[in-house]
């Protein structure tokens, strides 16, 4: 019963993946169906017209049929030979497409998760790990596409030979041939047939154990394809050319390159193929050849007693071999299906991976004033896995259109803050309401419009410079101009050889114009304004720029923000001076909130700790 229920679900798993794969590229099933059977075809129509010739030579040779047989022969297994090598042609052609395509699977699963759910480790560790399956083996979906075609060419091959072969047990020996006779006995058909097939099968299932062995073989190949995948590409990459050089860690590679050998072999896999493995394949292929050396025997038999002449040997000792390393194939197949679940069922972990979060069905008002409302109401929040509360019991009120600014040591609550406030994760305690309502019953795309963020770590793509700041190939020019100037990247707009349509980076064009942190932190700054949202949000905005570009931003902040609520984290302080409410935040509570002035005026707060800690880069301001 459970090899039952096993089968149903590698059958079950397997019909998935191809429903899967065949969303991504609805021809490639298609193809691979006409091409497998031209494949499985082509030696028995080889096989069925050497036998006709043979037969006319061996017998009437008459000149006249036997050109016929020869011109029909050439033609049709011309036909098939050349179809059958356009069609491989271009299976192999789809097949490397479908390698890049199946990764538009993940991608999209990507973008669709919930960020609290792609924040989690495991589940970068679970995609991680098929990579590692796909590139050591192509375990996984694409093993599907592969196991597809020998499927197919197995069936219609082992179809295609019992139709060749039925004449072989049905055609009578002559009562004249004396004890060769004994032939004509339906049982000795009968068991010739289910050595044939038992055979067949046994030979099978020896492949079957020894594809089974790659289960085991899967954590210390994943191992090496991932150290290989790291240390055997990273001189290649220019950003670490420098700390290689400068400290010696070509030493450091070179260790790993002489230790590793997942894939040598001497390696683990390498004895596994020299022992268990590669006895149980080698047994498979040499009963296989025990069965065909049977059919030999029972053919040239029954052809020497008369039952059929020699041009009927080629045809029934080609047609029963290859009939038999068909069920071989298909029954060698199975193990691979069974191996190939495991690693689906990983596959399909990732792409069920659940969103967690409540959608909501309200829509946020769309208020001209920008007038909108956050409280933070006895907010309490731990990350996923960690028994450390990230913010514990914050309450907080923003008044519309002012600037606040939350500042505090590394690891004391800011950047949760603004993930809370953002909704990219929700508080396990406490609620966060806009306009007197609980953000999570917004609709959660609707929600995600009112705010502009410029992350700590924000990332530009290799894309035109106006398509970064627009997040779109169409866009206003001259609002992305002006939201380049606003952050302060006028100057260097100018200076760029085709403007908006400079390509940023050299990733993907040889034209592309490589910038700085503080120019990339300019663009990103831009980025935010020209989304134009009610909420603007900066983390950290000015860390890579230098003092005359900081002190730029600084002063057209009020100016560039216009009536929008701000939020500003900074750990520089002297910045925090133009905001109207500044919160200090301390081990994931809010200690303080008032003025700069205020909370600079009580020296046991912790923003006079920090003000004083500050101060040397203050000196000139105070004298």
């Not at 592969?146 to 197995?154: A, H, K, N, P, T």
Request: glycine letters at 8%.
């Amino acid at each position: 019963m459970r090899e039952k229920g096993a089968l149903r679900h590698a059958v079950a798993a397997h019909l998935r993946a191809v429903r899967v794969l065949h969303k991504v590229s609805p021809r490639f099933f298609s193809l691979r169906t006409f091409s497998s059977l031209f494949s499985a075809v082509s030696p028995y129509v080889t096989v069925f017209f050497s036998a006709r010739i043979l037969r006319e030579l061996a017998t009437l040779r008459r000149v006249d049929v036997l050109w016929r047989w020869v011109l029909a022969g050439v033609l049709c297994v011309g036909v098939v030979t050349a179809l059958g090598a356009v069609l491989q042609r271009r299976y192999e052609t789809l097949l490397s497409d479908l390698w890049g395509r199946k990764e538009i699977l993940f991608i999209r699963k990507m973008f669709s998760l919930d960020f609290s759910e792609l924040d989690k480790q495991e589940n970068h560790d679970l995609r991680a790990q098929i990579r590692q399956n796909e590139n050591w083996a192509s375990w996984g979906l694409m093993k599907v596409a592969y196991v597809y075609g020998d499927l197919v060419g197995g069936v219609i091959g082992l179809l295609s030979g019992i139709a060749l072969t039925v004449s072989l047990f049905t055609s009578p020996v002559p009562e004249t041939a004396g004890w060769l006779t004994a032939l004509n006995n339906p049982l000795f058909a009968l068991l010739l047939a289910f050595l044939m097939v038992s055979v067949s099968i046994l030979a099978g299932k020896l492949i079957a154990a020894a594809t089974k062995c790659w289960s085991g073989a899967a954590e210390e190949a994943t191992l090496g394809n991932r150290l290989f995948g790291h240390f055997g590409f990273i001189g290649l990459y220019r950003e670490r050319a420098a700390d290689i050089r400068m400290y010696n860690q070509q030493n450091l590679v070179s260790a790993y390159w002489d230790t590793n050998s997942s894939f040598g072999a001497d390696g683990p896999i390498g004895r596994m193929a020299r022992g268990k493995m590669g006895v149980y394949a080698g047994l498979g292929v040499c009963v296989t050849t025990l069965i065909t050396g049977s059919v030999y025997v029972f053919t040239c038999l029954k052809a020497w007693g008369g039952a059929f002449d020699v041009g009927s040997i080629t045809q029934y000792v080609g047609a029963a071999s290859a009939m038999i390393t068909n069920i071989f194939s298909l029954i060698g197949l199975m193990g691979t299906l069974e191996t190939n679940t495991g690693f689906l069922d990983q596959t399909f972990a990732f792409l069920d991976i659940p969103n967690a979060m409540y959608q909501g069905s309200l829509t946020t008002e769309k208020r001209s004033d920008r007038r909108y409302d956050i409280e933070f109401r006895d907010v309490s929040f731990k990350y996923p896995g960690s028994d450390t509360w990230a913010l514990r019991h914050v309450d907080l009120k923003f008044k519309v259109g002012r600037r606040l600014a939350i500042v505090g040591e590394n690891g004391s609550g800011k950047t949760t803050f603004i993930k809370l406030l953002c909704r990219l994760y929700d508080p396990q305690e406490g609620q966060i309401l806009l306009n007197g309502i609980d953000i999570r019953k917004y609709r959660y795309d609707d929600y995600m419009k009112l705010f502009s963020v410029v992350f700590q770590d924000f990332r530009l793509i290799a894309q035109p410079l106006g398509d970064n700041v627009a997040g779109s190939m169409e866009y206003d020019r001259e609002r992305v101009r002006q939201a380049l100037t606003d952050a302060g990247f006028g100057d260097r707009l100018d200076s760029m050889p085709q403007g908006l349509d400079t390509m940023l980076y050299k990733n993907l064009s040889d034209d592309g114009v490589e910038i700085s942190g503080g120019e990339a932190q300019k663009i990103a700054i831009a980025r935010a304004l020209y989304k134009d949202a009610p909420f603007i949000i900066l983390d950290e905005p000015t860390a890579a720029l230098d003092p005359i570009a900081e002190a730029e931003i600084y002063g057209k902040f009020d100016e560039i923000t216009g009536d929008k609520t701000a939020i500003y984290i900074s750990h520089r302080l002297s910045s925090c001076k133009f905001c109207d409410e500044i919160a200090v935040f301390h081990q994931g509570r809010i200690v303080q909130q008032g003025s700069h002035e205020a909370l600079l005026a009580d020296e046991s707060g912790k923003y006079h700790e920090l003000w004083t800690a500050q101060a040397q880069y203050y000196t000139k301001e105070k004298e």
